[in-house]
């Protein structure tokens, strides 16, 4: 499947969606609002109001608009988290198991 200009395994989808990212740690349990910007088979990136760790697991949940496509439920590893626009960051994750 390579070839394509960013020489990934997978293709990536741009789907700039609203989505929620559930995140449970020692500390706590809290549900982020989050646009999902894109979605391949092996991991997804969304912008969010603040900034999550490297290696914090997430439940990523993006509902479905049609009824005939099931909504989205993946648990993920975030892999890298970046500044964005604003007071917006980026954030990476490498999913880890669908459901």
């Known amino acids: 499947m390579l070839g394509y200009d960013d020489k990934r395994d997978f293709f990536r989808?741009?789907?700039n969606t609203a989505c929620e990212l559930r995140i449970t740690d020692d500390e706590s349990s809290r549900t982020l609002s989050?646009?999902?910007k894109d979605?391949?088979?092996t991991g997804m990136s969304?912008?969010?109001e603040e900034s999550i760790e490297p290696g914090t697991v997430v439940q990523a949940v993006l509902e479905s608009s049609n009824s005939q496509i099931p909504s989205l439920n993946a648990k993920a590893k975030v892999v890298?988290?970046?500044?964005g626009s604003d007071?917006?960051?980026m954030v990476g994750v490498e999913i880890i198991e669908m459901s």
């Open 13 to 15: 989808m741009m789907v």
């Open 34 to 36: 989050a646009i999902c």
């Open 39 to 41: 979605l391949s088979a």
């Open 46 to 48: 969304f912008e969010v």
């Open 80 to 83: 890298r988290c970046t500044g």
């Open 87 to 89: 007071s917006s960051y």
